[in-house]
Nanobody
Framework: QVHVVESGGGLVQAGGSLRLSCAAS????????MGWYRQAPGKQRELVAR???????NYADSVKGRFTISRDNAKNTVYLQMNSLKPEDTAIYYC???????????????WGQGTQVTVSS
């Protein structure tokens, strides 16, 4: 069993910064992609940023230049540094990892429970 837990959300003023963390634990064997998604009220969940095991990254256009994703493979943890936050960044932020067990031949997605980020104007 794999568990994914996010932390670091909160309330911040526009222009401020927050750092989200997401730690995977349990029967970890191999993690490929680690990513951050967000869902605002009344909107679909969208990809914010993702990072592959080799370090390649992808970002949504709306956060490029403001957000930075990174990972610590030794700790099975992914981070999202969010700078120059805007009210439109307000959402629940979810972490997702792609994990493969020792005897598995497939990758499985695991989601965290989400952490609220609220940016006031």
């Amino acid at each position: 069993q794999v568990h994914v837990v996010e932390s670091g959300g909160g309330l911040v003023q526009a222009g401020g910064s927050l750092r989200l963390s997401c730690a995977a634990s349990g029967s970890i064997f191999s993690i490929n992609v680690m990513g951050w998604y967000r869902q605002a009220p009344g909107k679909q969940r969208e990809l914010v940023a993702r990072i592959l095991s080799g370090g390649n990254t992808n970002y949504a256009d709306s956060v490029k230049g403001r957000f930075t994703i990174s990972r610590d493979n030794a700790k099975n943890t992914v981070y999202l540094q969010m700078n120059s936050l805007k009210p439109e960044d307000t959402a629940i932020y979810y972490c997702k990892i792609d994990h493969r067990g020792y005897s598995d031949t497939y990758w499985q997605d695991y989601w965290g429970q989400g952490t609220q980020v609220t940016v006031s104007s």
